[in-house]
């Protein structure tokens, strides 16, 4: 069986391998897979390629199926390497790489996993496509990043400074347009004042269509004017003299002084008949007509050549903008420049400069922020360590109220090296504190207790040989309420000793028990004996064990004898309490004594035994028999502490001196003196902290380069760059290093410097040109000259920068005149003549010379004026202040020292911006009116904040009791406030009045009795008058005790004890007579329990010191038992704390830390007031604690941040510029802060610079110096400002915010908006007419979902052909792109309905009607058709496809749909809806409504051909009818009255009649009432 097992085990595995071969073989080879390249890592501050950097990748082996199998699958030497040295990108390589963008690719279909998107032909979001282009990280310089086999630079590193551009955006796709032409022009004039004169109107084209779409529309219609009379018939000819345009400028281009050269053009006359035919110029060139001119000088002309476009400029960077500040379209520019500059009739120059949306180039589909996001999630605040806590600088202590700072900066989330990124990247809303209150701890000094009680005299050691008394010492304690800490003083010391006599060591203490006991039972006194404890005590009268006396003398017997008085012998009582002590130390004199007495209770009988003498009625001692000095233990402060060898910080020992002194006078002391068991410990273990170093984050990239001018006309500019404090020094830690914000210059762009044209001199020689007429001598010509473009460093610079920033450039050629012999010849003119008032005139002359002054042709003054005048004027020139001035802004310091805010308050100015205005209201320049500048300053001050102003406290008051019931009192102090101005920091919340602030504190009362008590003596023999028993009195010494300080009593007289308090010092009593029994004094009560009940008792006890004599009575009750009474016997002692006073600070200081005491008493459950010592004892609650720390919140002030650097002045117009500057708060204020301010934002004004408009007049009439053929037409183009005085020319030029402001001329566009000149030609008799180029339209953009799908659009200008011939040409029109981002939507628009009918047409969205660009599909009706039927009673559906009425019914029509609402009879009325609207006649009241009415339909429903038919043959009868009712009249001589009988008559129905071949005459129908 084993056997078969083992060969089963054996084949299984060799079945287990082949399956595995098998396996193997399956999945073919295997082969290394690597993942990305992980971020470049290294030490922190090593960038570029240090060595430390590395950058590490995943690799794994994988079958040929895609599966990860086992690295040993592979070949091990072929593993791709997995570690690699890499280039760490930092802050400081910002400006190494940028983003490349690729072109848009073709627009594609949007695609799905089904298929293609649906794309139709048509515009709109189902016609939406996508196309792409690449987005390549690059390196603008030299590679710095070495990849073997890899080019292409990782994303990430770009991604580290920018965002990544998209890259895909939304197209249209075969989106057909429509043509859309605009509204007609009015009609024109009549071509002729007589005869078949025709009139023509036009329209332009605003969108082309595209190949897909409708085509345009015809763009004229001409119509024949009417009601022309015939023109005159004859055969005579009419001739036209036609002039040709000019020709090219021809010549051999040599200038004699290397000027520009000039040469000349020419143009063709002819005469044209009307019937079209050329014929000879003597036809239309006579003696009396100055023939045109056929040749002119000229310069050649030179075509505008321009650059390559240059790279696009960057968008502006959003994230280095305050948080939500995106400009509203913010856009990027490229421009080419002008290589050579037009001249003559050259070409002129295309577009300069082309905008593009920063949302068309980094935008997605769904644009966030105009296209622009700086995703922020992607950041997060930093916040580095709090620096430590400093005072506020109005503090005069150095504790108390302060303020910590830290700084926080915006990094990547992912970041561990804590690279600063630009702020903006983070939100601002979450941004961290930098600011919060703190308190610098005051000194807290030590606080003790007062002294405790001095305890019973003890003494360290006994004199054991001889059982002696030794000198021992009584102590007394005080506790430490309030360690010091931050410095404060130190405690003294809490133990005092005074020196004392002890007992001896050892001493057998004996005590009685019960009274005497006879020992003769029947006599019952005599010789007896008395029990007694007997007790072995120490020196401090503490047990110890018996063997510890028996050492010294034997143990007293537990009975002793005694005598017991019979009763006829004398009874003394038991020794009295001995008397406080006369003096409570040995003075230089002697010490003190104390006494003791006892009192006769009975006097002897007749044989008694006598009482004893007077003098064996009182024991004296000598007491306090010690040296009156105290003595302690004083410390030294402790040392530094102190380190091991080698050990920098950790754990340590501090030592200081302990030293035995005598306390008053202090003096050295030994140390027997001192208990040394109380000795405090001369060594501790302390602690030095770690220093901890300061640590600063690495720089930022530096800022950008400035890419506008400051207007300061400087072209050097700062580049900055900051690094953070990430942690604080402390504990002597390394300080920071200098420098956290660096600098370097950087260059400014181009347009901040100034530039110049240099013109050459004019050439000598009026140049005639080298055309093809060689040989004139004299004539037009033309002199030239050369231009330069120089900067303002004096450098010869390209010609586009001066075309660009500079000036208008001058012009290069002027004409000049080489007079012929029979040209009028004149000396220059005269200067004017001067000005004798400001409303006379002025003239100049000029004068003939050489044979011009026989010239009859020079004398005609309508030719050649000989004299000038002009109108005197008197400028008057003022100043205009312009708005009111701006807020105080005060003047900035130089430099603010790092961590102090900006000055708020003090001297600043007010600024208002001026100009100079002439008579007329016209800005000149700021001299003229002595004005130094555009912006004036106004001296002003802000008034500094006045903080709450806080006097010192005052002296403490005297103590006032807070009532009959309170056992404390209170005392109180204050100080004087004055009240905060000008948002200063308000005062203290703890005063309730404006002018002070108080505290409190609980005191006790002061009484004169405080520190002394009564002290009661033994009560004295019971005196009796006459008799020696019965009734009588004793009496007891009182004496006023004192305790001093050192809590040592003193008698002192009696009038200083409160006589309230005062004991009985007699009493009534009762001395037994012979043979009488006599007891004791009463023991002590026994106690009762502190919570008892009635069931309690307490006893007392005395007992027989002479027994009765028989037969005489017996003795009284020997014990006595009292029910406990709770609130009198049963007394729970409590503490009773005051109420807290008020929390008190350190000296000069006004917040933080402090401390607030209360007092305490004992008190009894029923109020009374008891010593401290029983609630020591057995109080029923815990000891509330006397102090306590408390503290006053820190005024927290509001902080702001630094004002912003002022904006630049805006780039437009304006006589209200502002520039502005802002804060923003970055601590908000406690109720205890200096408020914010109210001004987060400032303005200013920028200096006013007029709007200057261009004017342009319509263009005149088209004018040629022939009567057709090629002319000129003129326009006036002149530059105004706001209130429409017209200023020089050059303003306008000189204030544009383009590029090539002064220069747009050279531009197409720009040529075309100062334009005053335009070529045009008079069509000549039988020639083709066209009608001249519109205006190029507004920049048309394809949009889906009203949002530009591109920002480049189409402008179209069109002309009509206004001769309808085969041989002409059509219409035509011409197209540019443009830049646009206004979409246009077409709808259409209607009237209300009126009668069934209304207007229907299509508008842009701007308000234009247009034919075109609304779709034919959703038209609107503009009838109210019944192909449904008529759903109306008594109504049909007539031949036009109209609801109408049955006869005798009038219809009443809806005014929302138009419809017929209802049929109603011929008598009813308006229905009383006021929805619908009767169209037939109600009542025969009014004939001219009637007749609108019937009109009004009439024209509303045409009749066809039958109706039209049977109508005109109708209207036959009715004219001949009419015409014998004529005849009728005429033969009657009576006449009656038509219109009698007019209300009775019913009105005619012209509803079928239609009115193009009725008129008003013919309405009147035959009635049936004929006057005869």
């Given at each position: 069986?084993m ?6 085990s ?5 079945l ?7 396996v193997?073989?399956?999945r073919?080879?295997?082969q290394?897979?690597?993942?990305p390249?992980?971020e ?19 690799a ?9 199998t086992s ?6 030497a072929s593993?791709?390497?997995t570690?690699?040295s890499?280039?760490?990108?930092c ?23 089904e298929?293609p ?12 496509g ?12 030299t ?6 086999g ?7 590193i770009c991604?580290?400074?920018?965002q ?9 796709i ?16 009549c071509t ?20 897909h779409?409708?085509?345009c529309?015809?763009l004229?219609?001409?119509?024949t004017?009417?009601g022309?009379?015939?023109?005159p ?10 002039v ?20 000349r053009m020419?143009?063709?006359l ?6 079209g035919e050329?014929v000879d110029l003597?036809f ?11 040749s002119?000088?000229?310069v050649?002309?030179i075509d505008?050549?321009l650059?390559e476009w240059?790279?696009?400029s960057?968008?502006?960077n ?6 939500g500040?995106?400009p509203?379209?913010p856009q990027?520019h ?12 050259g070409?002129l ?8 949306s920063?949302s068309?180039a ?14 922020r999630g992607e ?5 580095a360590?709090?620096?430590?806590c400093a005072t506020?600088?109005s ?12 700084h ?11 690279l ?6 983070c939100?601002?809303q ?6 919060q ?5 005051c000194?807290v ?8 009680s001095w305890?019973?005299?003890r ?8 059982n ?10 005080r506790?430490?309420?309030v360690?010091?800490?931050h ?8 133990y ?9 060591c ?14 003769d039972?029947?006599?019952?006194c005599?010789?007896?004996?008395w ?6 005590v ?10 510890w006396c ?6 007293p017997?537990?009975e002793?004898?005694?005598s ?10 038991e ?8 003096h ?10 104390q006494?003791?007495e ?34 302690a ?5 402790w040392?530094?502490c102190?380190l091991?060898?080698g050990?920098r ?17 202090r ?5 027997i ?5 109380l000795?405090?410990p001369?060594?501790?273990?302390c602690m030095v ?6 640590r600063v984050?690495?720089?930022?990239a530096w800022s ?6 400051d207007?300061?006309?400087?072209w050097?500019?700062?580049?900055v760059r ?17 420098g ?7 260059m400014?762009p ?7 044209w ?9 140049i ?11 004539g ?7 231009l ?26 002027q ?9 009028c010849?004149?000396n220059?003119?005269?200067l ?10 002025q ?10 002054k026989?010239?009859?042709k020079c ?11 002009r109108?005197?004027s008197?400028?008057?020139y ?7 001035r ?6 900035a310091?130089?430099r603010t020292?790092?961590?102090?805010e900006e ?5 600043g ?8 205005l ?6 000149v320049?700021?001299?003229i009116?002595?004005e ?11 008034p500094?904040p ?12 005297s103590?006032?009791?807070?009532g ?14 004055m ?5 200063g ?5 703890e005063?309730?009045d404006s002018l002070?602030?108080?505290?409190t504190?609980?005191?006790n ?5 405080d520190?002394?008590?009564w002290?009661?003596?033994?009560w004295?023999?019971c005196?009796?008058?006459g ?13 006023c ?6 809590g ?28 009488q ?10 106690g ?5 009940s ?25 014990m006595e038992?009292q ?5 009198i ?5 409590y503490w ?9 600070l350190g ?8 401390r607030r ?8 459950v029923?109020g009374a007031s ?9 109080a029923?609650?815990?000891?509330p604690?006397?102090?306590e720390?408390c ?26 510029r ?15 802060g ?7 934002l400032?303005?200013?004004?920028c ?5 200057y408009t261009?004017r342009?007049?319509?263009w005149?009439p ?18 105004h400002?706001?209130n429409g005085?017209?200023?020089d020319f050059?303003?306008?030029?000189k204030f ?6 002064s220069n747009?001329n050279i531009?197409?566009?720009g040529?075309?908006?100062?334009q005053?000149?335009q070529?045009?030609q008079?069509?000549?008799?039988g020639e083709?007419?066209r009608g001249?180029?519109?205006q190029?339209?507004?920049?048309y953009v394809?949009?889906?979902?009203n ?5 480049h659009?189409?402008q ?12 002409c ?5 011409e ?6 981002t206004?979409?246009?939507e ?5 009237d209300?309905w ?8 299509c ?6 009607t ?11 009706n503009?009838?109210?058709?019944c ?7 008594n109504?049909?559906?007539?031949e ?8 005798g ?7 929302e749909?138009?419809?017929l ?23 025969d009241?009014?004939?001219?409504n009637?007749?609108?009415?019937n ?5 509303m429903f ?11 043959t ?20 009576k ?7 007019d209300?009775?008559?019913p009105?005619?129905q012209?509803?079928?009649?239609g009115?193009n071949?009725?008129?008003?005459g ?7 009432e004929?006057?005869?």
């Amino acid at each position: 069986m084993m056997g078969m097992t083992g060969a089963f085990s054996m084949w299984s595995q060799l079945l287990l391998c082949f399956l595995q071969l098998q396996v193997t073989l399956s999945r073919g080879e295997f082969q290394w897979k690597t993942g990305p390249w992980t971020e470049c890592r290294g030490v922190e501050g090593h960038c570029g390629s240090h060595a430390s950097n590395s950058q590490t990748r995943d690799a794994w082996c994988q079958d040929s199926y895609g599966v990860t199998t086992s690295d040993t699958n592979c070949k091990s030497a072929s593993k791709p390497r997995t570690e690699q040295s890499c280039f760490k990108v930092c802050a400081e390589h910002h400006s190494m790489f940028e983003w490349t963008l690729g072109l848009w690719g073709q627009c594609e279909v949007q695609t799905t996993r089904e298929g293609p998107a649906t794309a139709i032909l048509g515009c709109g979001p189902a016609s939406l496509g996508l196309k792409h282009r690449t987005v390549t990280c690059v390196e603008r310089g030299t590679h710095l990043i070495q990849r073997p086999g890899e080019d292409a630079i990782p994303d990430r590193i770009c991604e580290r400074f920018w965002q990544k551009p998209s890259v895909v955006r939304d197209c249209l796709i075969n989106c057909s347009q429509d043509c859309v032409v605009g509204e007609f022009d009015r009609w024109s004039e009549c071509t002729h004042s007589c005869g078949n004169a025709t009139k023509t109107r036009t329209r332009r084209v605003l969108v082309p269509n595209n190949e897909h779409g409708a085509i345009c529309p015809t763009l004229s219609e001409t119509t024949t004017c009417s009601g022309l009379p015939p023109c005159p018939s004859g055969d005579n000819f009419e001739y036209t003299l036609k002039v040709d345009p000019w020709s090219h400028c021809e010549g051999t281009w040599s200038s004699r002084d290397g000027s520009q050269p000039v040469g000349r053009m020419s143009r063709d006359l002819h005469c044209v008949r009307n019937d079209g035919e050329i014929v000879d110029l003597s036809f239309c060139i006579t003696d009396d007509v100055e023939s045109p001119k056929t040749s002119q000088p000229c310069v050649p002309s030179i075509d505008c050549v321009l650059s390559e476009w240059s790279l696009w400029s960057p968008c502006p960077n959003i994230c280095q903008l305050p948080y939500g500040a995106v400009p509203r379209e913010p856009q990027r520019h490229r421009t080419r420049t002008v290589k050579q500059v037009p001249s003559g009739l050259g070409r002129l120059c295309e577009e300069l400069v082309e905008y593009e949306s920063c949302s068309d180039a980094y935008s997605s589909q769904q644009p966030h922020q105009n296209g622009l996001d700086c995703r922020r999630g992607e950041y997060v605040w930093f916040t580095a360590e709090w620096s430590p806590c400093a005072t506020y600088q109005s503090n005069t202590a150095p504790c108390g109220a302060g303020i910590q700072t830290r700084h926080v900066f915006c990094i990547r989330a992912s970041d561990t090296e804590h690279l600063p990124m630009p702020s903006n990247l983070c939100d601002v809303q979450d941004l961290p504190d930098t600011y919060q209150p703190c308190a610098v701890p005051c000194p807290v000094d030590c606080v003790v207790s007062s002294w405790g009680s001095w305890d019973r005299c003890r003494s360290e050691e006994c004199m054991l040989e001889t059982n002696k008394k030794a000198k021992g010492h009584r102590t007394r304690e005080r506790q430490v309420i309030v360690q010091p800490s931050h410095g404060g003083n130190d405690c003294p010391h809490v133990y005092e000793f005074a020196p004392c006599t002890t007992s001896p060591c050892y001493s057998w203490k004996v005590s009685s028990v019960g009274g005497c006991r006879a020992t003769d039972e029947e006599r019952n006194c005599g010789d007896g004996m008395w029990t007694q404890a007997v007790q072995c005590v120490n020196s401090n009268m503490e047990p110890v064990e018996a063997k510890w006396c028996e050492a010294f003398e034997l143990s007293p017997p537990w009975e002793t004898p005694c005598s017991l008085p019979c009763p006829s012998d004398c009874v003394v009582s038991e020794w009295g309490e001995w008397t406080p002590c006369s003096h409570t130390c040995i003075g230089r004199n002697q010490g003190g004594t104390q006494y003791r007495e006892r009192t006769i209770l009975a006097q002897p009988g007749e044989g008694g035994l006598p009482c004893p003498a007077a003098e064996d009625l009182r024991e004296v001692q000598d007491c306090n028999d010690h040296s009156c000095a105290l003595f302690a233990w004083q410390t030294d402060p402790w040392g530094e502490c102190t380190l091991n060898p080698g050990q920098r910080c950790g754990r340590g020992s501090q030592t200081r001196a302990v030293k035995c002194d005598r306390v008053m006078p202090r003096k050295d002391a030994p140390v027997i003196r001192c208990k040394p068991k109380l000795k405090p410990p001369s060594e501790r273990t302390c602690m030095v902290p770690c220093p901890i170093d300061c640590r600063v984050s690495q720089f930022t990239a530096w800022s950008e380069c400035p890419t506008e001018c400051d207007g300061s006309g400087s072209w050097l500019f700062a580049q900055v760059r900051s690094r953070y404090i990430l942690q604080y020094p402390q504990n002597a830690g390394s300080s920071c290093p200098a420098g956290f914000e660096e600098d370097r210059v950087c260059m400014g762009p181009e347009s901040c410097h100034t530039y110049t044209w240099v013109p050459t001199a004019w050439s000598k020689e009026c140049i005639l040109g080298d055309g093809q007429d060689t040989a004139l001598d004299c004539g037009d010509g033309m002199r030239t000259r050369e231009l330069t473009c120089e900067r303002g460093d004096d450098t010869l610079v390209a010609d586009d920068l001066c075309l660009r920033y500079g000036p208008t450039k001058p012009p290069t050629s002027q004409r000049c005149d080489i007079p012929c012999a029979d040209d009028c010849q004149f000396n220059p003119w005269s200067l004017w003549s001067q000005c004798l008032t400001c409303t006379s005139g002025q003239t100049r002359t000029r004068t003939l010379h050489g044979a011009s002054k026989s010239n009859p042709k020079c004398l005609n003054q309508a030719l050649y004026p000989s004299q000038e005048n002009r109108t005197c004027s008197c400028p008057f020139y003022r100043p205009h202040f312009i708005g009111t001035r701006s807020v105080c802004i005060i003047d900035a310091p130089d430099r603010t020292p790092e961590g102090e805010e900006e000055p708020s308050c003090g001297r600043g100015h007010q600024y208002q911006a001026v100009q100079c205005l002439d008579e007329n209201d016209v800005a000149v320049s700021l001299p003229i009116c002595a004005e130094d500048t555009a912006v004036t300053k106004h001296p002003c001050g802000v008034p500094c904040p006045t903080d709450c102003h806080i006097g010192d406290w005052g002296p403490w008051g005297s103590c006032t009791s807070d009532g009959p019931a309170s056992f404390f009192g209170t005392q109180s102090r204050r100080r004087e406030l004055m009240q905060p101005q000008f948002g200063g920091r308000p005062c203290p919340l703890e005063a309730t009045d404006s002018l002070f602030e108080a505290q409190t504190r609980a005191c006790n009362p002061p009484s004169q009795f405080d520190m002394v008590q009564w002290h009661a003596g033994t009560w004295g023999e019971c005196v009796i008058r006459g008799n020696d028993c019965g009734q009588g009195t004793q009496q007891r010494n009182l004496s006023c005790l004192q305790t001093d300080l050192g809590g040592w009593m003193t008698v002192v007289n009696s009038s200083l004890c409160h006589p309230d308090s005062r004991p009985d010092h007699q009493r009534h009593c009762n001395k037994p007579c012979d043979g009488q029994c006599v007891v004791s004094e009463w023991s002590h009560w026994s106690g009762c329990p502190k919570n008892c009940s009635s069931s309690f008792h307490r006893q007392r006890s005395r007992y027989i010191l002479r027994n009765p004599s028989p037969g005489v009575g017996g003795c009284p009750a020997l014990m006595e038992s009292q029910q406990c009474m709770a609130r009198i016997q049963c007394i729970q002692h409590y503490w009773n704390a005051s109420q807290w006073g008020s929390c008190q600070l350190g000296e000069n200081t006004q917040c933080g830390v402090g401390r607030r005491s209360r007092l305490l008493t004992c008190v009894t459950v029923t109020g009374a007031s008891v010593r401290t010592h029983h609630c020591e004892k057995d109080a029923s609650n815990a000891r509330p604690v006397m102090t306590e720390e408390c503290s006053i919140p820190c005024p927290l002030d509001c902080r702001m941040s630094a004002w912003s650097e002022w904006s630049t002045c805006p780039p437009t117009c304006g006589t209200h510029r502002m520039q502005t500057r802002t804060r923003r708060i970055i601590q908000n204020p406690n109720d205890r802060g200096r408020p914010c301010p109210d001004d987060l934002l400032q303005s200013r004004p920028c200096e006013a610079v007029p709007c200057y408009t261009y004017r342009h007049t319509e263009w005149g009439p088209c004018i040629a110096q022939g009567e057709c053929g090629s002319g000129v037409r003129r326009r006036e183009v002149t530059c105004h400002q706001p209130n429409g005085a017209e200023v020089d020319f050059d303003l306008c030029l000189k204030f544009q915010s383009t590029l090539y402001h002064s220069n747009m001329n050279i531009s197409q566009r720009g040529y075309e908006l100062l334009q005053r000149v335009q070529s045009c030609q008079i069509p000549c008799p039988g020639e083709c007419q066209r009608g001249d180029w519109s205006q190029w339209s507004e920049c048309y953009v394809h949009c889906a979902n009203n949002r530009p799908i591109d920002t480049h659009g189409t402008q179209v200008r069109s002309r009509a052909s206004l001769t309808q011939r085969d041989d002409c040409p059509r219409d035509e029109w011409e197209t540019r792109t443009c830049r646009g981002t206004t979409c246009f939507e077409f709808l259409w628009r209607m009237d209300a309905w009126s009668y069934g009918v209304r207007n229907v047409w299509c508008q842009r969205s701007d308000g234009i009607t247009v034919t075109g660009g609304c779709l034919e599909s959703i038209r609107p009706n503009s009838i109210a058709y019944c192909s449904e039927g008529c759903p109306v009673d008594n109504s049909f559906c007539s031949e036009n496809e109209m609801c109408s009425c049955q006869k005798g019914f009038k219809p009443m029509y809806s005014q929302e749909s138009g419809e017929l609402a209802q049929c109603v009879m011929a008598e009813s009325g308006r229905s009383e809806g006021g929805k619908m609207i009767t169209v037939g006649p109600a009542k025969d009241t009014d004939r001219t409504n009637e007749s609108d009415t019937n009109q009004l339909e009439q024209e509303m429903f045409p009749m066809d051909f039958l109706t039209i038919l049977v109508l005109g043959t109708t209207a036959a009868v009715v004219l001949v009818m009419v015409i014998v009712v004529c005849a009728i009249c005429c033969c009657c001589s009576k006449k009656r009255d038509s219109n009698k009988n007019d209300d009775k008559l019913p009105q005619p129905q012209y509803r079928d009649y239609g009115n193009n071949f009725w008129d008003d005459g013919a309405k009147m129908k035959y009635t049936g009432e004929i006057d005869l």
